[in-house]
């Protein structure tokens, strides 16, 4: 009789034991009081559940967008204004200004590029652009140059049409409009805003210096362009991006004259429209332009007429050394005249004169868009007259192998002389004036 009980016993604890689980398996545990679970993403929410479960909506169904909640598309601008600047911080808040007055009723934007300006351009254009998304800046460090920021502006926009304008408010802006309504006709590739076509006016080029350089510029130039144009010196024209594009490939993108680089880059003859424009007077910086900037323009028009045969800043460095052949052999005719410190002396010190002339004139022509300063000036310097001095070890050396193997002195000289060229051009481009 005990042994029944105890087995009674037995079987009532493994039925309680078992209960809950047999009532959790009967009734979903969603369905029991105080135990409500959220419901999957997918699964409908039960209006008359708990208040927390019906505060939490559905997440949307991947398959349908109805229910999706999709950004207003960004405004792409029809025309971007690209202005490459240095030093023009007084004149960025009323060029904005002047460019939304001037195109009103144009979805537009403005991108600066400008080459790291040490009075803040930047910094300038930036506080605007927090206040307005239509302003945008590039700043370049380690490289100048109003052509390759031009480029680099260019190609950083989506918008149907580019214009490059100057930032010193000298260029009518009013004439964006009117340049880009023809554009928009299809009858032309590129409108220019001319000073020598009527209506146009040119009394803000100020002194008589300016105005003899932009006017031979304007005369060699002419005498090289497949097409008419009065004024290929003008720094204020518009064209389609995607016309810009094909031609980016074959800009030289040196100096500061790019609307005739783009002229002589194109493979077909560009139909050109001209709209007169007046050129005002600086309101406030200086003027860039200087006779430098002529040899580059001069220098952009024998790569086009050679074909881009020879790079323009190698022909620079060669024609800089012919002069400082000149500079080397004045100096050791002036010591040879005066002093009485012997050949060897003598030659050294018209040697190292000779090499600081070409340092500099290469500084301020060559390689004008990456000119040293400060320190960095007297670093190159260092570096300059060694590298030059290897090439003038390799001139020698290789002369006279030839000169001994019944080389004609003359030929033998000349093929040192052009190794001595090419080996100072290219370590010099890589150690001196390497783009940081």
């Not at 792409?76 to 002047?98: D, G, Q, Y």
């Not at 080029?205 to 031979?216: A, K, M, Q």
């Not at 018209?350 to 300063?373: E, I, P, S």
């Amino acid at each position: 009789m005990s042994e029944l009980v105890s087995l009674f016993q037995v079987d009532s604890l493994i039925a309680w034991i078992q209960l809950p689980w047999v009532v959790i398996a009967a009734f979903p545990l969603t369905a029991t009081v105080g135990l409500v679970s959220p419901p999957l993403p997918d699964s409908p929410v039960d209006s008359t559940g708990p208040a927390y479960a019906t505060d939490r909506k559905p997440m949307p169904d991947s398959s349908s967008t109805s229910d999706t909640v999709v950004p207003p598309p960004s405004i792409i601008p029809v025309l971007s204004v690209i202005v490459p600047c240095f030093n023009e911080r007084p004149n960025v808040a009323p060029m904005i200004a002047a460019l939304d007055a001037a195109l009103t009723g144009v979805a537009w934007e403005v991108i600066y590029v400008d080459d790291n300006s040490p009075d803040g351009t930047t910094q300038e254009v930036r506080r605007i652009a927090r206040l307005d998304s239509r302003v945008r800046c590039i700043r370049r460090i380690g490289r100048r140059g109003l052509a390759s920021a031009v480029i680099e502006g260019a190609l950083s926009s989506s918008a149907d049409y580019v214009a490059v304008i100057d930032g010193d408010l000298q260029h009518d802006e009013t004439r964006l409009p009117v340049m880009l309504k023809a554009l928009r006709t299809g009858a032309y590739d590129i409108a220019v805003a001319s000073r020598h076509v009527a209506g146009g006016d040119n009394a803000g080029l100020s002194g008589r210096f300016r105005h003899v350089l932009s006017d031979g510029g304007i005369w060699l130039a002419q005498a090289f362009m497949p097409v008419r144009l009065t004024d290929p010196m003008s720094g204020f024209f518009m064209l389609p991006r995607s016309l810009f594009e094909d031609l980016a490939r074959g800009l030289n993108g040196q100096g500061f004259k790019i609307l005739l680089d783009l002229i002589l880059s194109s493979p077909a003859p560009l139909r050109v429209l001209e709209v007169p424009a007046r050129f005002r007077e600086r309101a406030a910086g200086e003027s860039k332009m200087d006779a430098l900037v002529m040899v580059q323009f001069a220098g952009l028009l024998l790569d086009k007429v050679l074909g881009g045969f020879l790079p323009l800043r190698f022909f620079s460095f060669a024609l800089v050394g012919a002069l400082g052949i000149l500079v080397h052999l004045a100096v050791l005719g002036l010591l040879r005249e005066s002093t009485m410190l012997g050949f060897e002396t003598e030659q050294a010190l018209g040697t190292v004169v000779a090499m600081v002339f070409n340092f500099q004139l290469n500084n301020a022509v060559t390689y004008r868009d990456q000119r040293l300063k400060g320190p960095r000036l007297w670093r190159g310097l260092l570096l300059f007259m060694i590298v030059c001095g290897f090439g003038a070890v390799a001139n020698v050396g290789i002369a006279q192998m030839l000169y001994e193997q019944h080389t004609n002195w003359t030929v033998a000289g000349g093929i040192g002389a052009m190794i001595g060229v090419v080996w100072n051009y290219a370590v010099s481009a890589t150690l001196v004036w390497r783009t940081r």
